[in-house]
T-cell receptor
């Protein structure tokens, strides 16, 4: 099946610094990728939809200036958490849909655990 | 997308079948029923999906009620590796984001 990777798998940063998380589709080109956030014992929350070559669409309540999304190529989307604070500590997960075919299946990355100290 | 309701948790013994229910009474005619599962500290993975007819694949079976207001994910022989959170999600447009509810946490005992 299709593979989506994320890097890094975990990161610890100090409060006030910025962190970049990469999401790559390894064996297909993804025109659309999605970013989710998951707090402990909770479900996944959609943060934004990332379209290649255009601006991301953010869900209500997600600060676009804090969570910068760039989808510069068909295989790479990045999420940058700017001026991170302890409350941004979470599990960040990306997913992608392969164009063509039935496109019913979304492929998820393994997630990135961010801890802000 | 219409909302789904699932039990918070279920328990099973290894090697036994597991039936995970999902209610979706406000489902529309174009909503597909998707099931994903999430193992601890991992991203979700696709399990199965269907529209009206029952579906089988190597992982599970999906039984859809005739009125489509409910469905059941069937794991024929649970293993310890099946312990996960199972999400039942409705989506009416391919390629759009999946919206996750709380899901059912399945525990499997040996």
């Amino acid at each position: 099946g299709a593979v989506v990777s994320q890097h890094p798998s975990w990161v610890i940063c100090k409060s006030g610094t910025s962190v970049k998380i990469e999401c790559r589709s390894l064996d297909f080109q993804a025109t659309t990728m999605f970013w989710y956030r998951q707090f402990p014992k909770q479900s996944l929350m959609l943060m934004a939809t990332s379209n290649e070559g255009s601006k991301a669409t953010y869900e209500q309540g997600v600060e676009k200036d804090k969570f910068l999304i760039n989808h510069a190529s068909l295989t790479l989307s990045t999420l940058t958490v700017t001026s991170a604070h302890p409350e941004d500590s979470s599990f960040y997960i990306c997913s992608a849909t392969r164009p063509g075919g039935s496109s019913y299946e979304q492929y998820f990355g393994p997630g990135t655990r961010l801890t802000v100290t | 997308d219409a909302k789904t309701t699932q039990p918070n948790s279920m328990e099973s013994n290894e090697e036994e079948p597991v039936h995970l229910p999902c209610n979706h009474s406000t489902i529309s005619g174009t909503d597909y029923i998707h099931w994903y599962r999430q193992l601890p500290s991992q991203g979700p993975e696709y399990v199965i999906h269907g529209l009206t007819s029952n579906v089988n694949n190597r992982m599970a079976s999906l039984a859809i009620a005739e009125d489509r207001k409910s469905s059941t994910l069937i794991l024929h022989r649970a293993t310890l590796r099946d312990a996960a959170v199972y999400y039942c999600i409705l989506r009416n447009q391919a390629g759009t984001a999946l919206i996750f509810g709380k899901g059912t946490t399945l525990s499997v005992s040996s």
